[in-house]
Nanobody, 129 residues
Framework: QVRPVESGGGSVQAGGSLRLSCAAP????????MGWFRQAPGKEREGVAA????????FYADSVKGRFTIFQGEAKDTLYLQMTSLKPEDSAMYYC??????????????????????WGQGTQVTVSS
């Protein structure tokens, strides 16, 4: 079982950058899909980015392509989401999630939240204009 723990959220001005971290102690996730999702008040949870850890493929929502990068740290124990050129509409609670069945590769996208088995508690990102 994977227990994701997010960190790195905060408040920034539009155009700024943040790097979110997801530590996942527990079972190895080298064969998982790992994803970042976000949820703003009154809105549904949406996929932001996902990484097929063993295959190396990354998937991004259209709204963040070219601005966000998902990657695994060199020590292989942390997942990151580098966010640049942030916009007020990026403000949300961001969640790290683990899909042990690599279903993100089958849908060739971040996939819906339901395909992810394990979730962190989230970290808040607020972007002011």
């Amino acid at each position: 079982q994977v227990r994701p723990v997010e960190s790195g959220g905060g408040s920034v001005q539009a155009g700024g950058s943040l790097r979110l971290s997801c530590a996942a102690p527990g079972d190895t996730w080298s064969r998982y899909c790992m994803g970042w999702f976000r949820q703003a008040p009154g809105k549904e949870r949406e996929g932001v980015a996902a990484l097929d850890i063993s295959g190396g493929r990354a998937f991004y929502a259209d709204s963040v392509k070219g601005r966000f990068t998902i990657f695994q740290g060199e020590a292989k124990d942390t997942l990151y989401l580098q966010m640049t050129s942030l916009k007020p509409e990026d403000s949300a609670m961001y969640y790290c999630a683990a899909d042990p069945y690599r279903r993100c590769t089958k849908v060739a996208s971040t996939g819906a939240p339901i395909i992810y088995e394990y979730w962190g508690q989230g970290t808040q990102v607020t972007v002011s204009s």
